[in-house]
């Protein structure tokens, strides 16, 4: 007959294991931002926390990872429900981010999920630094 504390002390044990093994496969991961971001683009503009965190993510989606579009800056369809949960922001927040991103000129949407993302975020920090998205202009 097996014993009470023999099953608990096994429970407890797969548990601490599953534990150590997601604390093992948590690795920092870096992206590369422009200096410029912090030397020009946020103290030149007024940016809330919700516009800053939108404004990486999409950097991050065009920029940072794999993307076939990258050439022309172009990101992939992108959920706002995905990114509301990415960044534990509201929908709300997200679409009100996403318009002053617009009225900024850091981003140009094309629909609903598809966004031209600057990749020195200003078009006069794209000149400055010769970035021409393969002469592709909104």
Known sequence: ???????????RNKKDNQTQKREDSLTASFIQ????FFDEVLTQHKLGRADILVLIFLYR???IRPN??????????VSHTEISKAMRLGLEEIYHA??????????????TGQYFVRKYFTKEL???YGQTYDNFEI
């Open 1 to 11: 007959m097996v014993d009470i504390h023999t099953i608990l002390n096994d429970y």
């Open 33 to 36: 931002l422009p200096e410029c």
């Open 61 to 63: 989606q065009v920029w």
């Open 68 to 77: 076939v579009y990258k050439l022309h800056g172009v990101s992939p369809l």
């Open 98 to 111: 996403l318009r002053s991103l617009e009225e900024l000129g850091f981003i140009e949407v094309f629909r």
């Open 126 to 128: 794209d000149l400055l």
